[in-house]
């Protein structure tokens, strides 16, 4: 069972910058895509961005291209992967969540994650 710790969340200005990280422990596979997700009260969880634990492409939602970058490391021991966010708007106000997939296909849907932290809430003020 994989384990997965969110941290770095917190209240910015519009416009400021955010990291937000996710330590991994527990994992028994090999090959994994990490996502970044997000949800706003009275919102649906949405897809924000993902990518191959080794690297490779990665995939944003239409909402934070150019803004956000996801990064997962080649080789870290502990198993992290970041989330930066620049440029952060009011509408970026939610709780953000990692989660993790086995295997190398990019999703974007929530139900093809089974795996999920607890969740870091962010909060830009206008």
């Known amino acids: 069972q994989v384990q997965l710790v969110e941290s770095g969340g917190g209240l910015v200005q519009a416009g400021g910058s955010l990291r937000l990280s996710c330590a991994a422990s527990r994992r028994t596979f090999t090959t994994y895509v990490m996502g970044w997700f997000r949800q706003a009260p009275g919102k649906e969880r949405e897809f924000v961005a993902s990518r191959r634990h080794n690297g490779g492409r990665a995939l944003y939602a239409d909402s934070v291209k150019n803004r956000f970058t996801i990064s997962t490391p080649i080789a870290d021991a502990n198993d992290t992967v970041y989330l930066q966010m620049n440029s952060l708007e009011p509408d970026d106000t939610a709780v953000y969540y990692c989660?993790?997939?086995?295997?190398?296909?990019?999703?974007?849907?929530?139900?093809?994650?089974?795996?999920w932290g607890q969740g870091t809430q962010v909060t830009v003020s206008s």
């Open positions: 989660a993790a997939r086995e295997g190398i296909v990019l999703k974007n849907a929530p139900s093809e994650y089974p795996y």
